[in-house]
């Protein structure tokens, strides 16, 4: 049987993003591995953490690459990335908010790197008068990614349908920071 090690880090963090104390063994028996085969391909919990960290920074680059975000219309680029970002949202749920992530430098690099290119998008869309100028570009970034792990959680949860999230945090991202057209001007 081959290892699908995308795959297993995936399991991985679909379970650790709902169950963050989960032990090697529980994490295995998700991903439909043994115990040993986890153990081969990440000797610890460490080593798991961090092969999850660096497949994610590699997944968020890929979505934003997808999304084009650089192009086009600000608000389009926007509704482009949530719709690339949310087929890999347990994924990201999982990086969101696992806190020993940071403890790696190219990891911390990697978000920085994300943080930047999405917070131009957003600075951008400000510019253009389409965002709101009121919210930092910064904030938006932080919304942005905790609406889409908030989806995640919703869709193994059973409270949203999977088909329906990336409508859901679109409209709810949006709506909160489009510019209200001023009446009468």
Request: charged content about 25%; hydrophobic content about 50%.
């Amino acid at each position: 049987m081959s290892f699908d090690r995308e795959q297993v880090l995936r399991d991985a963090a679909d379970l650790l993003s709902r169950r963050a104390t989960a032990s090697m063994d529980e994490i295995a028996k998700a991903a439909g591995v043994s115990r040993a085969t986890l153990h081969r391909h990440f000797p610890g919990r460490d080593a798991l953490v961090r092969a999850l960290g660096v497949l994610g920074i590699e997944q968020t680059e890929e979505c934003l690459d997808a999304a084009r975000i650089e192009e086009g219309d600000p608000v389009e680029a926007v509704r482009r990335l949530i719709a690339e970002a949310v087929p890999v949202s347990g994924f990201l749920a999982f990086l969101y908010g696992e806190n020993q992530l940071y403890d790696f430098a190219e990891i911390n690099d990697g978000w920085a790197r994300i943080d930047a290119r999405v917070a131009a998008l957003f600075r951008r869309g400000q510019e253009a008068g389409a965002l709101r100028y009121d919210l930092t570009p910064a904030w938006l970034v932080e919304a942005l990614y905790a609406l889409i792990a908030a989806s995640a959680w919703s869709v193994q949860d059973g409270r949203m349908a999977r088909l329906d999230s990336a409508r859901m945090v679109t409209d709810l991202l949006l709506g909160g920071m489009l510019r209200a057209p001023r009446s009468g001007s």
